[in-house]
């Protein structure tokens, strides 16, 4: 595979999320929690792949199967290209300037670094009435502090399990190609 380092173009651009749910009894919704953070930078490997096995292993991890896809036809079918070339298109994340959203799981990657978080906000979401905006708001201070005590086993202490994170890009992006070492190749 190919490994391309890609940064964004402005500074306080990436953003990560990380989703909680507490499981409530009954008739109840679920009760959910995101933390989302700005960084002023990120760093990220994309891996890319160049062979028709590095492509269905691709596209089985993009549907979390190993087994899903057992040729290159079937990747193909699905994802409406007529070739090797057209998929890995697929997998590498478009420098145009006119892209300026990008979701990182949808590709293969590795975060390296973010530095300089510059906001972090919580916000709940209850299906229903259950709560007033006033209980709201003093469950999210609750979750707060025990996440600024203990981090995610704090919130786990309330009774919310950690269900996701994820990050996105919120403009345009550089790629760099690099090699096994991480260095640049000219």
């Known amino acids: 595979m190919k490994i391309y380092r890609i940064e964004p173009t402005y500074k306080k651009s990436v953003v990560e999320y990380d989703t909680f749910r507490k499981k409530m009894e009954g008739d109840t919704p679920d009760m959910w929690i995101r933390k989302e953070i700005g960084w002023r930078w990120g760093e990220f490997d994309v891996y890319v792949p160049e062979t028709e096995e590095e492509v269905i ?35 590498m994340p478009d420098t145009s300037e006119a892209c300026t959203f990008h979701e990182l799981s949808d590709y293969q990657y590795e975060m390296n670094s973010t530095w300089d978080g510059c906001w972090e906000d919580w916000d709940i979401f ?44 919120h403009c345009a992006i550089t790629a760099v190609e690099v090699d096994e070492d991480r260095n640049p190749i000219e």
């Open 126 to 169: 209850i299906g229903g009435d259950d709560l007033s905006e006033e209980e709201q708001e003093e469950l999210l201070e609750e979750v707060q502090d025990k996440y600024a005590e203990d981090y995610e086993d704090g919130v786990a202490e309330l009774g919310f399990e950690h269900m996701d994170n994820y990050t996105d890009i």
């Open 57 to 91: 292993e691709w596209a089985n991890d993009q549907v979390g199967d190993a087994e899903y896809y057992k040729s290159l036809s079937e990747v193909l079918d699905d994802y409406g290209e007529e070739d090797l070339e057209g998929m890995i298109g697929h997998a």
